[in-house]
């Protein structure tokens, strides 16, 4: 049986949790911390890897949501410096038939051992200067707000800070909103914990499950595309 131990996420978690913010060097630039490089390089890649095969085994229960990308575990700082170890793994799941489009169901796992599961859509920087997709994307993103949340999901707002809302809280949303040029990022999530060993079939179970609902608010999204 398939258990979310299978996936050895608990190795990705630790990576994330012992050097997440660590300055990262390409080895052979590393000089007296070459070994030391060489022990991230090789811990991020097979934790990479582990991520992989864990979406791609998400994905194969969904007929219509393949594996699209994974985020790698360094990422340049600001002003183009040496690598800097991300804090963790970034998952887009797609339905084949709109790979080209910026929406997604997306997994993250994070070094506070949890596994977070939401819809995105982004903005692609490559059409960040076309007035009329980006109209349609504030549009798919405020459409998320008509949708009545499962019980444990919440609608995401990012703005400056980032701030959660249950139902109740959507019209102050709208409300603020209503006459600015530039609407926040809405997003709908859930947070899933990994840390039961003994509930390992639950934890696993709960992910399909969330994985499924929001696959279902993916393509009601998509219907305004």
């Known amino acids: 049986m398939t258990t979310i131990q299978s996936f050895e996420l608990n190795r990705i978690v630790s990576f994330f949790q ?43 229960e969904f007929t219509d949501l393949n594996f699209y990308k994974c985020s790698f575990w360094q990422r340049m700082n600001g002003k183009g410096n040496p690598y800097i170890v991300a804090n963790h793994f970034w998952i887009q799941l797609k339905n084949p038939d709109w790979n080209d489009l910026p929406q997604s169901v997306s997994l993250s796992i994070l070094p506070d051992n949890t596994i977070d599961i939401r819809v995105d859509i982004h903005q692609q920087d490559k059409r960040l200067n076309n007035q009329e997709f980006n109209k349609k994307v504030l549009d798919q993103q405020f459409h998320l707000l008509d949708i009545q949340l499962e019980e444990h999901f919440e609608f995401r707002i990012r703005e400056e800070d980032y701030q959660t809302y249950r139902n109740d809280g959507i019209n102050a949303i709208l409300t603020k909103y209503k006459n600015c040029k530039i609407k926040p990022l809405v997003q709908v999530g859930t947070t899933i914990s990994l840390c039961s060993d003994e509930d390992s079939n639950r934890v696993y179970d709960e992910i399909l499950s969330s994985v499924h609902i929001v696959r279902d608010y993916y393509n009601y999204i998509m219907t305004f595309n």
Not at 32 to 37: I, S
Not at 49 to 59: D, N
């Open 18 to 60: 012992r050097y997440k913010g660590t300055n990262y060097i390409k080895p052979e630039k590393a000089g007296k911390d070459k070994e030391t490089m060489l022990k991230i390089f090789s811990e991020g890649r097979n934790a990479r890897y582990k991520a992989i095969y864990f979406a791609k085994f998400i994905s194969k």
